[in-house]
């Protein structure tokens, strides 16, 4: 039985895309990086504080990634601090970055554990974890997990000058 030259090329098409597709399937996935690019109060009531607080997700793969939202812990000199969670919804440009706005809460103890001994320290350690949450599916992971950690100058802070390093 002879295939014809449509058949044949066809087929060779398939075998082409089939290869192709698997060949992006190998490439390592790397987790986007989460750092904590600003925080600053929005409001105080009660026993209870609001943050607003900018994280800075960046992209360090070849593709864009597609996040609906994320969840955070923030740890202020190793002590519970504030927690929270976002909706905000964000494309991440391959090998770029972009800042999502979370809203973190706190109590009025929590405050007061992660600032304990404040006085005494020329510099304030954050750490800041969570997990972002990814739209779409198939191949990539729903949930990707970061963790990440800082110090701020507390004289720099207090003076607006700068931020996280």
């Known amino acids: 039985m002879r295939m014809r030259p449509i058949g ?4 060779a098409t398939l075998l082409i895309l089939t290869l192709a597709a698997c060949a992006g ?16 109060v929005q409001e105080s009531k009660g026993l209870e504080t609001a943050f607003l607080v900018l994280l800075r997700v960046t992209n360090p793969n070849d593709g864009e990634l597609d996040i609906k939202g994320l969840d955070c812990d923030l740890e202020i000199n190793g002590k519970p601090f504030a927690y929270g ?6 494309t991440v440009p391959a090998f770029g970055s ?6 973190v809460y706190s109590s009025v103890i929590d405050i007061i554990k992660g ?41 720099e802070l207090a003076a607006g000058r700068r931020g996280p390093s």
């Open 85 to 90: 969670i976002s909706n905000t919804q964000v």
């Open 98 to 103: 972009e800042t999502i706005p979370v809203t």
């Open 115 to 155: 600032l304990f001994g404040l006085q005494q320290r020329e510099d304030l350690s954050y750490r800041v974890k969570g997990k972002v949450r990814m739209a779409g599916g198939g191949l990539m992971p729903s949930t990707l997990p970061f963790d990440s950690q800082g110090t701020v100058s507390i004289k």
């Open 25 to 40: 399937i190998g490439k390592p996935f790397e987790t986007p990086r989460v750092s904590l690019s600003n925080i600053q």
């Open 8 to 11: 044949s090329a066809a087929a």
